[in-house]
């Protein structure tokens, strides 16, 4: 879908949403929204704040950027995941389903994709439940991490042996 299209979709998504839930529609939260999906990935609010700045012609406080995603995220547009200690968001709407590595010593994020994976979950048989998505984290160290830990590790023990 042409991201064009999908803004226009969201658009009215937000719209409907915000109708139904008696919350004002503002140029503020359209303009969040139409940024939030010219993102690319994850992102925090500092990240989305900087970018509205850098926006001519809309300068808007942290305070309406959380309290925008937090109906962005109800609206089910808008999804929030904790990886470690910091939260980051990303658009939910047309995206496809992937997973997230997360490394526990830099704290990289990286996305993947595995048919494979996604079958298994999406195929699973569970009790008086029915699956609308999920989010799969897997923890551990990346290769840049890994290598710089075994150059550590050697360098101790060359060390010792002096």
């Known amino acids: 879908m042409e991201i064009q299209n999908v803004k226009n979709t969201v658009r009215q998504i937000f719209t409907e949403y915000l109708q139904a839930n008696g919350h ?7 303009a969040i929204l139409d940024t939030i999906y010219s993102i690319d990935g994850h992102f925090d609010i500092d990240t989305l ?3 509205m700045m850098n ?7 942290r305070a309406t950027l ?3 995603i937090i109906l962005l995220i109800n609206a089910r547009l808008v999804i929030k995941h904790q990886f470690g200690h910091s939260s980051q968001y990303e658009r939910s709407y047309n995206r496809e ?8 010593q830099c704290g990289k994020v990286e996305e993947f994709q595995n048919e494979a994976l996604q079958s298994a979950i999406e195929n699973t048989k569970l009790k008086r439940f029915h699956l609308s998505h999920y989010s799969l984290y897997i923890y551990g160290l990346c290769s840049k991490c890994g290598r710089m830990n075994k150059r550590q590790k050697s360098n101790n ?6």
Not at 24 to 30: D, F, G, M, S, V
Not at 97 to 104: A, D, L, V
Not at 157 to 162: F, I, L, T, Y
């Open 157 to 162: 023990n060359h060390k010792k042996e002096k």
């Open 24 to 30: 004002r529609k503002t140029p503020e939260r359209y």
């Open 97 to 104: 389903t992937h997973h997230h590595q997360i490394c526990t």
């Open 55 to 61: 926006q001519e012609n809309f300068r808007v406080s």
């Open 66 to 68: 959380y309290n925008t």
């Open 49 to 51: 704040y900087l970018k």
